[in-house]
Structures are given as structure tokens and as C-alpha cells.
């Protein structure tokens, strides 16, 4: 079946670089990608989408670069704060079911 | 604005228990999920709604009902629970495009955690 991964479960990034978070992707048919952020106890926050018929967008600080060929999708976070310690979940969608990915931990050191 | 709120947040039940879960929304959204989430895996749909009234069966359904008498609470039930059911169970709600169905932006709520011996 269809599924969402990632190529790292972990990422530690100085206070003040940029991260690259990085997804796979296997259903070609998906024409809907998210980034969501999830802090530790509480529900995923949507931070950007993009739609398949784009290669890129871009939001406050972050983001979204989407490789049809190779099927990939990437989060660019900008100049990374400590509030961006998180776990970032991909999500696919061709309708009305998502299928997310498991997630990587970000974690921003000091 | 609530947003989406979800009762109880913790809950540990011994095997075969039943409980329900509510997940209440404040911005009269037409969609309403149920997701679970277990380690090292995504967020895993249960049952959905498209509005009040109806429901749906997402990836994972088995062991769960769900109903949404009004449009505001979509609520999950376990009627024998099991140790598989022991998770994070996370309620979203999205806004209707009309034809285009749902809204891609899934607002979630805080989740539950429930373990099960």
C-alpha cells in the first residue's frame, strides 16, 4: 500500500542554523503534502502544504520543496529557534484520507 | 475559540472495559477524524466523518464505533477494550470546500492517552 517515510528519525541542529527535514513518499497519485509540528504533549500543528503541481512554497521561516521525480519532500526551517524542538510529521493525500509519516525529532541545541 | 477539545486526557482500562472518548469542536467544521498514534509510527485513521450524522471507516477501524449526532462531538467508543488499544488517540476537524470536499488543514486536538492491561 501507499506510505509516507522518513529518511531520518533524528535531527540536531545548532540554535541559529537551518534544518532540512526530509520525507519519501511512494503514492504517485497523492496531489496534497503537509508539514505538521508536534510538540511533546500535544496535538500536531499544520505549519505549510503544497500542492503537486508546485516544486516549492514558502512560508514565515520555513520552506516546503517537492521532487515529483524522485518522489521527496523536504522542510526548510530557517534560522532554528529553540521552539522549533519538535517532531515534524509529512503527510499525503489524494482526497480525503491523509496518510502521515512517522516522524522526526528535531532538537535545537544551545 | 476552543478550537478542538478533547475528553478525558488520560485514561487506563482494564481489558474488555469499554469507554468513549469526545472530541468537541467550536468552528462549526463539517469534517471531524479520529486518529491513533503509536511509537515510531504516523498518525493512523480510525473512522472520519464528512458531517453530522454520518461516519466513515479510515485505515484502522476494527475494536472502534464512532458517532456524530451533532456536528460539534464526534465521539469514539471502545466496547471491549485490548491491550493493542493502549495509544495517543488525537481527534482533527477540517472546513468543507464544497465540491473540493475537505480542507487539506486539519486542526487536531490535544489527544488522549489510554493504556489498557
Known amino acids: 500500500g501507499e506510505s509516507v517515510g522518513l529518511h531520518l528519525p533524528t535531527l540536531s541542529v545548532q540554535e541559529g542554523d537551518n534544518s532540512i527535514i526530509n520525507c519519501a513518499y511512494s503514492n504517485s497519485a497523492s496531489d496534497y503534502f503537509i508539514w505538521y509540528k508536534q510538540e511533546s504533549g500535544k496535538g500536531p500543528q499544520f505549519i505549510i502544504d503544497?500542492?503537486?503541481?508546485?516544486d516549492k512554497r514558502q512560508g514565515q521561516r520555513v520552506t516546503v520543496l517537492l521532487n515529483k521525480t524522485v518522489k521527496h519532500l523536504s522542510l526548510q526551517i530557517a534560522a532554528t529557534q529553540p521552539g522549533d524542538s519538535a517532531v515534524y510529521f509529512c503527510?499525503?493525500?489524494?482526497?480525503?484520507?491523509?496518510?502521515f509519516g512517522p516522524g522526526t525529532r528535531l532538537s535545537v541545541l544551545p | 475559540n476552543a478550537g478542538v477539545t478533547q475528553t478525558p486526557k488520560f485514561r487506563v482500562l482494564k481489558t474488555g472495559q469499554s469507554m468513549t472518548l469526545l472530541c468537541a469542536q467550536d468552528m462549526n467544521h463539517e469534517y471531524m477524524y479520529w486518529y491513533r498514534q503509536d511509537p515510531g509510527m504516523g498518525l493512523r485513521l480510525i473512522h472520519y466523518s464528512v458531517g453530522e450524522g454520518t461516519t466513515a471507516k479510515g485505515e484502522v477501524p476494527d475494536g472502534y464505533n464512532v458517532s456524530r449526532l451533532k456536528k460539534q462531538n464526534f465521539l469514539l467508543g471502545l466496547e471491549s477494550a485490548a491491550p493493542s488499544q493502549t495509544s495517543v488517540y488525537f481527534c482533527?476537524?477540517?472546513?468543507?470546500?464544497?465540491?473540493?470536499?475537505?480542507?487539506?488543514?486539519?486542526?487536531f486536538g490535544p489527544g488522549t492517552r489510554l493504556t489498557v492491561t
Open positions: 503527510a499525503e493525500t489524494g482526497g480525503q484520507n491523509f496518510v
Open positions: 482533527a476537524s477540517s472546513y468543507n470546500l464544497g465540491v473540493r470536499g475537505p480542507s487539506y488543514e486539519q486542526y
Open positions: 503544497i500542492r503537486s503541481n508546485m
